[in-house]
Each structure stands twice: as C-alpha cells, then as structure tokens.
C-alpha cells in the first residue's frame, strides 16, 4: 500500500540535542512537506520541497533542517537553537500540478503521515 | 498573521442533524480551498477540496461552499454521524505556490 511512514512515532530529547525525524514516502509524489501542530495554533509550515535537492523555508523554519536526497524520503532535524521544539510533526507529500511532465490539473492533496510527537526533557 | 482563520474552536451537534464548519481567510490570491479531517494522535485526512473558481463541490455527505465576496467558506456535514466527531481543518493555497495555509481548526463532537 501507498502511504507515508514517518518514525519514531515517540521521541523524547534533552534540552541540547539535535534529534532527526524520518519521513518517506512511496507515492511517487514529488512535492513533500514538514508541519508542526500546537494546541490552539493549527498546523504550521517548517519546510517545503519541490524536487530532489531543493527545498523552501516555510513560516517557521527557525531551528530546523532539511535535506531532499532522494525523491521518497525528506528527513527534518531539530536542532538546539529551536527554542520549543515539543510539538507533534507532521509530514505531508503530494503531486505538483503543472510541473513539465504532468497531466494533472487540480488542487494537490496532501496526503499525511501519522505524525512524530517529540518531547524535550 | 493569520491568513486562514477558523473561529469557533469547538461545535457539538445531534446525530442525523446538519454540521456547519465554518472557515474565514483574508487573501484575495488563494488557488484552491481543502477540508481535513483529524484524529488525535493522527495525521489529518483529506476530506473534499473545492477550486476559487467554483463556489460549490458536493461529496456524499459532505458539501463545500465559498463565498469569494465574503472571503469565507463553509463544510456542510449531512447527515451528521458520531464517527465524524474530530477537528477539521480548512487549507488554502495560496497562487502559483504548491504549499498550503491551515486554519486552527474547530473540534467538533457528533451527539448520539
């Protein structure tokens, strides 16, 4: 089955270390996507990325990285400089409407994973 | 600020009755418009998206409008089941951009 598969679902860090959350994805998508949800704050963009080695700051993209080796898979680090990293993450991947070689036209779904819920000590 | 605003954060309805999910943005230059739905713990799931060029999409029980004059768009859930119960998320795109803006969300909670 198609899906996405973001890991660990769990994570608890102490306050100083970088922590790396997997996101892969087997849906040939070739747009992918971090969010953050907060109590209250709905889901907020961290980071974006369009194609394989490219990639975007979102609306909050202070204290996190991001790389796009491959097409499936766009990790997200949480370094110490962000100030209040407990949060769940989300990651979300879909197709881009209108990129050369695509016949799709329409809105592009995003499909997401089940979510990484980090806690900083 | 928020450009997508959803401001009832919670609404309860009865079983079989009609939900009303309201969801109100302030830019002119969206693209397209989706709903989501979620659980806890659980990524959302896409529900129904509707384009600004239309001003109605129909899903089964579930029916988005937009109202372009307004800046506002409305999910009518018909007939409201207990399994709907979840927060919903409005998400505008923003033009020639392929991410998405979310509202806060509003809890609803389906009485039986």
């Known amino acids: 089955d198609g899906g996405i598969t973001q890991s660990p679902k769990y994570l608890f860090r102490k306050e100083g270390q970088n922590v790396t959350l997997s996101c892969e994805q087997n849906?040939?998508?070739?747009?992918m996507y971090w969010y953050r949800q907060d109590p209250g704050q709905g889901l907020r963009l961290i980071y974006y990325s369009q194609i394989v080695n490219d990639f975007q700051k979102g609306d909050i993209a202070e204290g996190y990285s991001v790389s796009r080796e491959k097409k499936e898979s766009f990790p997200l680090t949480v370094t110490s400089a962000q100030k209040n990293p407990t949060a769940f993450y989300l990651c979300?991947?879909?197709?881009?409407?209108?990129?050369?070689?695509?016949?799709?036209?329409?809105?592009?779904?995003?499909?997401f994973g089940a979510g990484s819920r980090l806690t900083v000590l | 600020d928020q450009q997508v605003k959803q401001n009832s954060p919670s609404l309860s309805v009865q079983e079989g009755r009609i939900s009303i999910l309201n969801c109100d943005y302030t830019?002119?230059?969206?693209?397209?418009f989706l709903w989501y739905k979620k659980y806890p713990a659980e990524g959302p799931t896409f529900l129904i998206s509707i384009s600004s060029i239309k001003d109605k999409n129909e899903d089964g029980r579930f029916t988005v409008f937009l109202n372009k004059s307004a800046k506002h768009l409305s999910l009518h859930i018909v007939p409201s089941q207990p399994g709907d119960s979840a927060v919903y998320f409005c998400a505008a795109q923003p033009s020639g951009t392929y991410k998405y803006i979310f509202g806060t969300g509003t809890r609803l909670k389906v009485l039986a």
């Open positions: 979300a991947s879909s197709i881009v409407a209108g990129l050369a070689g695509t016949i799709y036209s329409g809105a592009n779904v995003l499909t």
């Open positions: 830019n002119s230059m969206f693209d397209y």
């Open positions: 849906l040939n998508h070739d747009a």
